[in-house]
């Protein structure tokens, strides 16, 4: 028979796939003779098969779960349901991962009336009893049965109010006598049957209830935030119960190793006298520091202190541990590798290295890379984030921490700003028309669009707040107004924050603050980069931004999006007059007034990268993106222009695309008008030979975007080949370049040995080939995703986390299939998925040269490449 | 040294690849030992090299070409460029594949003033030898230059004026001489300097006219409507010239071994005497029928008819023959298999079969699937058609010819249909709204959509004529009005026809006529029938088109669109009513609603394919396709559904999207909406139990749209089963059905394994497969694809003929990883390729196990399955 439960007596730290965390936590520290009260843990295969079997426990779990409850009772001396000995328990999930507070719990099982009356008289502790007793059937009623606490809490009130009593803790004996009869018919009223006396069924009941809280709503969100697949499972832990409440001599608290918010190596947590965990999380009593248990129990003090020096040597990381105090009396009730601030996270990584306890590779496994983030952005003061409610909640788009005042359009937002404002952009959506006002915004706010969407694809470049795709709102942006589900409405003005970390949206304006990075942090990601194979550039479209990236430790820009550079006021007109043009004359001639622009932000751009290399993507969005969309500029332009407002529209009218995704952009401007890669090619060449002049190094590696066909590469690159030839002769001096493609559709990946032959390089755009490969519009999914993570169809938004069975088989054959033709070509990625630790840990594994990804994800990416090639050589 | 140069005694007709089929047919007449004027062929790799040489010829091809020359001179016994006996020379074009009339060919080569004079003498025939030197001089300009001829043919009208005759063979000696003279003197005006008297000059350099004539606009038009790779490069053919302009004992003709238009087996053709080719294509003077031959010169008629009777029997099939009598003796200076009728092409195949000429596989090869759709459409009369001018040219979207009034809008041209007018809708591009409008119509004209457009698909299923994406037109449809591109203007009412076969449009009412079908058609598709191993479907959403379909002998129908049957008028609106809700309930209740009109739909359809399969796809497109547009219906909508005309508006807005095609649609909308996949079970199910109580065996096949994920496949496959598993029960009786999934996303080609485990068959969407794996939309691509077309980017519109290197490979994986999870999985493609004999071919060599096309292709699928079948034997 397959074994599904194991005695803590069985289990170690290694076995958390099978046992879950705090299970095989429990087992270690009963292996290495801790106080632990002992049990049994119903594996995350028996989670798995309760699933498989129809949301029903199987008979063998059934009675695996007997055999070991049997053996408990030999090893504690009790007996589950005996009123003399009675063996009580606590059930608790436990998942290969943390996932604090998101499954159930139930205490105290093997209470009913009988036992209760009993063991009161063989306690003498008749309140402590029923005070348990009465927690029982509020907890089952919630977990197993799914009733709401309300009920039984407002009874509690009433029975407070009645006494004028303020605390539990003054309620006495024969109180929680009456409390528990009375929680017992309202059980009663809600389920139409008695709460069951039936000690085993209480036991198998809640078994299973764990087993369904793993697919409750807020375990599947964390689930999906944290990248933690559904067919992991949860293991469920049953345990003798021990008590913090049994009196004076009684307590529970928790602690860490080391200091959670500073990482300061110092023993850290707080504790209760008399009470049980759930006092400590309740917030009525104030719970003591942890040192002071020094003064109240010195021994016992003593004694937790030299367990958890034992513990987070023995784990080789900081422990964050539970402990309780029963008659005298110190259990360790659980321990695990603490969670804690980036901060804190890096000083002890490092710390523990300096102190000699773990290899620099364990440091650098030891922090999570997305966790970096939080380091690079302004984040809200803990004390003023605690008195504010979120009003709506959307994607957390681009992290960071923002307040100011609502504005609906760049214009004002900019004039705002400029008036020494602090402004948060709230539209719709956001078009590159919103760039400048973007950039003088402290945070954006958009109604609709996913995770790359353009305002989350361009703030995350910026480095600034944004909080995208905020359903929830509706919006009217001519009437400037913004309202929440319940009805409050916000206008031009009024003041919200935003939290691109979580995606919620606060009222009012809520204090940031910056954090501190420390020395540590230099340390610490000088480790990484001798520990990584893959090299990390920035997608940078301007210097500013190029010289963040630098500063954060890219080697090269992997994407420069030259379009970006075209919507500033005096360049947007020239642009918006060549796409009006209708010979190649009149386009040429627009054209020619683009060049002096393009061509010195690159050699600004070239400048901020020398001696790194820069990734140069031609023109790639549909024309249409370009025109105004409002009357007034549309006039503005006719007048411009010396032609007929009519005729503007006409021509909007006839580039308008019904899916111009797919329609004319790309390589595609390019081969329909080849004057307009001409002109790039002038600017990336005339720049790059400047820039030389000035003796710094640069060697432009010129994309062309879109391929899908071998001729399509190879048109352009000969437009590109013979203009740069031109420039050579007419400046009389010549230096290398490169010309390459983005491998975007899924034709491109099929075909890249052909392309191969004729390209230096491939840059994966794994943005769009995910759009190409599972027909997702990034801009439309945002519709039905939801339903999709809800009913588990996918647990990664693919646009965020690389889908490695399918895009990624793509890519995998590009790769394949590109390094045949031409074995040393260059390989990167300059998707958004260059900056996902599993995405990035993917690039690694495929052999790619490269990732590219914003520049504030410049360190996570090479703290997550640096963890790729450690776990490859493990 | 690589050969580039083949002697016609070198060459056979086997060599067609390398000599082209001219070259090649030269050849073999020469073994054969038919008087053929003795030359040579200049390689199709020879024109290759000719390209990748930057356009020159290279040396080697050039010393062969001498080395050649000198090899016929010793043969004829002449000398090329001698004034007294004189080699002249034509060169003609001569590609792999017939393109007749797409190259150019240039006579007489090897006269110059010394030549001419001198030859004149020796001759004496000044006339006849001036009158060639001024056809060459005007050819040469036109070939090699690129000259127009309109200032040579203006010049000869003078002359003729001034001389007051109105024919050339009115002209004299002296004449001739002298407008030889004033063409020269014309040349040199034009190309500023002397027209070449070196020949060897004026050889080369034609030679190399001709390779560029390979990529002349026409050349790469008439390849890309007949399936021809730009890379065969074509032959040229150097050849003595022979004259049928010496006198009154000379002559040239052209004649078929069978009439080409009927298929009769009787010698049918034309000649001229006293001409060379050019005037019997010019039509000044009316040739003879081949007939009369018998009594003008009796011998050469005797021989010429022995000769080809010969011809055919040698290359077992009807011969297109040119030949000139020089001097009393008979040239054959062409044969090719002759161009014919569709309707004579059966009829001359199933005669050869019968005369025990050609095997049944030989005849089924010897025709070309497509030439079927003309035999059942309606044609113009060639009469009245050959009055007719085109106004513009669009897509030849849905072959057949149609003449009517237009009307701008569906609704106007139901109302004059019934009125008994005949009528063409024209409009921007048709929405599924129009379809009822598309069935009064004879013909539909849009102005916007490609070959695949929603016109162009629907049109097909109809077999209505559809001329789409006639960007050359200007139109208001408000104002009720069409413009060409120089200015004519056409109203409501006008008259037009339209051919949708070429996807030309003319002005005025041209008579049609409906080809009829003879018995020979019966016999020759129950031999394609035999042969086959692809089964053929049909696409047909409605029991008149299933009918069709099996009547033209679809086996089944492969995709019925269940969305097409919800735009009737008493349908939309409660379906509009479903889009409407804002709660399942009242979702529901609208379901309900439609339910019984889709039940009996589909009932019908059983009806009429049973006992064939019928594949029933559920609802695939947005739902915003189904929303009102115009203001009336709007307000209609709201008043019905007693909401305000903003939350109408509010929701048509809040389903708009900004790609579609990628969109909130497919599968999707059944998981969002998982009660739409209920109510289509309930109907399909309920409907086959009904048909199969009629007696009728029926087993349906549910198809689920855009499949990326398993999950998504499982997820509405077990509402599927579940909803059938009701239905059953509550009629107490159950069915076989199958759940299967169109494979049209790239991801779901890489996953096919893992969807095969669950689904009991494939199809394969391959318009959106080309779409995703492309990233074209097809609606929008219209815009670019002639670029590319003109560019040699593309060299066929992948909508239409199937892009094997890319969707193919796609295609491919999918079949090998689902027969290998599932090897008798049942694989067949829906997509517009279905109905394409170059896609079908390879259809069969992957190995699916049917095509399914709209009911007017599927006797071209039977063939081209047919052809596939034996190509693959031999």
């Known amino acids: ?90 059930v608790r999930s436990g998942a290969r991962a943390s996932m604090p507070g998101m499954m159930d719990t139930v205490l105290n099982l093997g209470l009913n009336d009988e036992v209760a009356l009993r063991y009161s008289e063989v306690t003498q502790n008749k309140r402590f009893v029923y005070d348990s007793y009465r927690r029982l059937i509020q907890m089952y009623a919630d977990v197993v049965k799914g009733y709401s606490k309300d009920a039984f809490e407002k009874h509690l009130e009433e029975v407070k109010k009645a006494k004028g009593i303020q605390y539990d803790i003054d309620l006495d004996a024969d109180d929680m006598v009456k409390i528990a009869d009375d929680f017992k018919k309202i059980y009663q009223e809600m389920a139409g049957e008695e709460f069951p006396q039936e000690v085993i069924k209480q036991l198998f009941e809640t078994v299973a209830a764990v087993f369904r809280s793993w697919n409750n709503e807020r375990a599947i969100y964390y689930r999906r935030m944290n990248d933690i697949p559904s067919s992991w499972g949860t293991a469920v832990n049953v345990q003798e119960m021990v008590y913090g409440n049994r009196g004076k001599n009684s307590g529970t608290g928790v602690a860490f190793t080391r200091n ?25 009593r104030t719970p003591s520091p942890i040192s002071k248990l020094a003064t109240d129990l010195p021994e016992i003090y003593a004694q937790f202190k030299e367990l958890s020096k034992k513990l987070e040597d023995h784990y080789r990381d900081m422990q964050d541990m539970e402990f309780t105090i029963d008659n005298g009396k110190l259990y360790m009730l659980q321990t695990r590798n603490g969670k804690r601030t980036p901060a804190a996270a890096i000083k002890i990584a490092v710390d523990l290295v300096k102190e000699g306890k773990i290899s620099v590779e364990e ?35 681009s992290p960071g921490a923002a307040a100011g005042h609502i504005y609906f359009s760049a214009k004002e937002a900019i004039e705002a700003h400029k008036n020494g404002e602090k402004v948060i952009l709230v539209r719709l959506e956001t078009s590159p028309e919103d760039i400048e006002g973007m950039h003088h915004a402290e945070g954006v706010l958009t109604i609709r669009g996913g995770m790359t969407s353009h305002a989350a694809v361009v703030a995350r470049g910026m480095g600034a707040c944004c909080v995208s795709g905020c359903g929830e709102l509706t919006i009217n942006e001519d009437e400037k107004w913004i309202k929440t589900k319940d009805g409050q409405t916000f206008y031009e003005k009024d003041p919200i924050s935003l939290d691109g970390s979580t995606g919620k949206v606060y009222a009012g304006l809520i204090a940031t603050e910056i954090p501190s990075i420390s020395g540590d942090f230099e340390t610490f990601m000088s480790w990484a980069d001798q520990m990584r194979r893959l090299r990390v550039r920035a997608n940078a479209d301007n210097p500013k931004d190029a010289l963040q990236a630098k500063k954060f430790g890219a080697e090269g820009i992997g994407l420069c999006r030259t379009e970006h550079m075209f919507f500033e006021p005096e ?99 390019a081969i329909t008008y080849p004057e307009i890669a001409k002109m790039q090619t ?16 640069v060697e432009p590696e010129i994309m062309i975007p879109l391929v899908g066909t071998v001729k399509e590469f190879t048109y352009v690159k000969e437009i590109v080949d013979k203009t740069a030839q031109e420039v050579f002769e007419k400046f009389g001096r010549s230096l290398k370049y490169q010309v390459g493609t983005m491998i975007e559709l899924p034709r491109a990946a099929l075909i890249a040995d052909q392309i191969a032959q004729y390209a230096d390089f491939f840059s994966f755009g794994t943005n769009d080939l995910t759009q190409m490969t599972f027909g997702f519009s990034r801009d439309d999914a945002g519709k039905f995703l ?89």
Chains 1, 2 share one sequence.
């Open 363 to 397: 440091a650098l496994l030891n922090v999570d890379p997305k966790s970096l983030d939080a380091l690079l952005h302004p984040v809200f003061n803990l004390q003023s984030l605690q008195a504010a409610k979120p009003i709506a909640t959307g994607l957390a788009a």
């Open 682 to 697: 002038r600017a990336v060449i005339e720049a790059a030979l400047e820039v030389q002049k000035q003796g710094l190094n």
């Open 1 to 90: 028979m397959h074994k599904f439960v194991y005695s803590f007596q069985e289990g170690n730290k290694d076995m958390k796939d099978l046992l879950g965390g705090k299970g095989a936590n429990l087992a270690e520290m009963t292996r290495l003779g801790f106080p632990v009260p002992q049990g049994f843990t119903v594996t995350t295969e028996a989670c798995n098969w309760y699933y498989e079997n129809d949301e029903k426990l199987g008979e063998d779990v059934k009675s695996q779960i007997l055999d070991a409850l049997h053996r408990l009772e030999q090893l504690t001396n009790k007996k589950f349901g005996d009123p003399n000995t009675p063996l009580l328990l606590s």
């Open 786 to 874: 939801n339903e999709y993570y809800d009913k588990q169809i996918l647990e990664q938004d693919p646009f965020a986390k690389l889908d490695q069975t399918g895009v990624g088989e793509l890519v995998t054959i590009a790769v394949q299939r590109g390094r045949k033709a031409k074995p040393n070509i260059s390989l990167g990625v300059c998707g958004e998925h260059g900056g996902d630790p599993s995405s990035i840990q993917f690039c690694h594994q495929i052999g790619l040269d490269y990732v590219s990804c914003s520049p504030f994800r410049v360190p996570i990416a090479r703290l997550a490449a640096a963890q790729a090639a450690i776990k490859e050589r493990r």
């Open 571 to 669: 360049r947007i007109f020239n642009f918006r007059k060549m796409i009006m043009a209708t010979t190649v004359e009149e386009r040429e001639k627009a054209l020619e007034a683009i060049l002096p622009y393009q061509k010195d932000d690159f050699i600004k751009l070239y400048q901020a990268m020398a001696p790194n290399p820069v990734v140069i993507r031609y023109l790639d969005p549909p024309l249409h993106e370009f025109l105004p969309k409002e009357e007034d500029e549309i006039e503005k332009l006719a007048l411009d222009l010396h032609i007929s407002v009519q005729d503007v529209q006409d021509r909007i009218a006839s580039l308008r695309e019904f899916n111009p995704m797919m329609g004319h952009r790309g390589c595609r401007l």
């Open 260 to 284: 959670p918010a500073t990482g300061e190596n110092e023993l850290y947590g707080e504790y209760l006298m008399n009470a049980q965990g759930e006092d400590v999380v309740a917030g009525i």
